[in-house]
């Protein structure tokens, strides 16, 4: 079966906002390409967008508001990040800003990093949409993960139509601009950075700042490719972990997995009925909480099945044991 395509209308919308508030995925148009959506405020939708998109790791995501004053209630504007907001929102720029402490975004749409990615969409089915669901959307582009990004419904259709989490897709034509947003980054103490060339120029954007750019270093991965959606950055807790336990030590705390977890000792389970989905969404945040109370012992994670997210979850969890610097 495919998923039903339909096109945008107040009642569209408005079906599809209620598909959203229930966990659910839809695929919506924006100026810059079609987002596969989820309740940003969401733990196990955002885990859904990641299995949707059979990614094979944890990418941090775009959350998509509103307006800028939605933003600020998220993310901790610099004042570069207030210029580029007033010059180019609602539009095809993404600004990366340090977390809010009282943010209800689910620290998955940061894959556990301590900054978000947010941008106001200028597309009217996009605003209407976020407006309907009285959310925050998150949204990276809605086609399988490695494949081109999807400016007409059909060809989210064809990527991703088979899938199971995807409710919908509103159909609001082609893409004006064909290209995914810019990503622009604001390191502590340092320029504001081209993390991801896009949709607005980069000229225009150093008009506005009257200065250049930095360069977003080139991060490989394990096979040397470049990979520019994928930041070295990523969170890693402070204590040292141990993977693929299933006998604690003592001056050990352990993240559990499946029914077996309390038995073993397990402080907190990222899922006891073994669901991965459910493990992703509890991943960043039982890693948070744990680190907060190690005092000085280790972590040590029960196995996850490397299989659907199992795959993502183990990537990210072998990175968090590995960066110790
Ligand atoms: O035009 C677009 O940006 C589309 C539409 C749907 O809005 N979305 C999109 O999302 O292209 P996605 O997930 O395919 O790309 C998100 C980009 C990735 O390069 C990701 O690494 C970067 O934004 N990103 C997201 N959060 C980040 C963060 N906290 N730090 C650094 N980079 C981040
Ligand atoms: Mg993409």
New binding site residues.
């Given amino acids: 079966m495919t998923v039903p395509c339909v096109t945008a209308s107040d009642e569209t919308i408005a079906e599809a906002a209620e598909a959203l508030c229930e966990g659910r995925l839809v695929a919506f148009p ?1 100026e ?2 079609y ?1 596969l959506g989820a309740d940003a405020t969401d733990d196990e939708a955002v885990a859904r967008i990641f299995e949707a998109k059979g990614r094979p790791h944890f ?4 959350v ?1 508001v509103s307006g800028k004053p939605e933003a600020e209630t998220h993310a901790i504007f610099t004042p570069e990040a207030e210029k580029l907001a007033a010059a180019f929102w609602p539009g ?1 720029l ?1 600004l ?1 800003l340090p977390r809010r402490a009282d943010t209800p975004l689910s620290l998955l749409v ?1 894959a556990g ?1 301590d ?3 947010i ?1 106001v ?1 200028a597309h009217s089915v996009a605003q209407r949409l976020i407006a309907a669901a009285g959310r925050p959307l998150a ?3 809605a086609n399988a993960s490695g494949k081109v ?1 999807p400016t007409r419904a059909e060809h989210v259709v064809e990527s991703l139509g088979h899938s199971p989490l995807l409710a919908m897709v509103l159909d609001g034509g082609p893409c004006a601009m064909g290209l ?2 810019t ?1 622009i ?1 604001f390191p502590e103490g340092g320029r504001p950075t081209l ?2 060339p ?2 607005v120029a980069r000229g225009d954007i150093e008009k506005v700042l009257g200065a250049p750019l930095a360069e977003a270093a080139p991060q490989s991965d394990e096979a040397g490719r470049s990979s ?4 070295a950055s990523h969170y890693a807790p402070n204590a040292p972990i141990r993977l693929n336990v299933r006998e604690k030590e003592d001056d050990e705390i352990l993240l559990g997995f499946g029914p077996d977890a309390p038995s073993l000792g397990a402080s907190l389970n990222l899922s006891v009925k073994g669901d991965l989905t459910e493990a992703a969404a509890n991943l960043f945040a039982m890693l948070r909480a744990l680190d907060d109370e190690a005092e000085g012992r280790r972590l040590a994670v029960m196995p996850v099945p490397h299989e659907g997210l199992g795959e993502a979850i183990n990537d990210r969890l072998s990175r968090a044991a590995a960066d110790r610097k």
Avoid: D, K
């Fill in positions: 924006t810059t390409v987002g990418n941090p995501l775009i998509h095809g993404t990366v940061s990093l900054t978000v990615a941008r969409p949204a990276p582009s990004s995914e947003s990503v980054g993390l991801r896009g949709a520019p959606g994928q930041l």
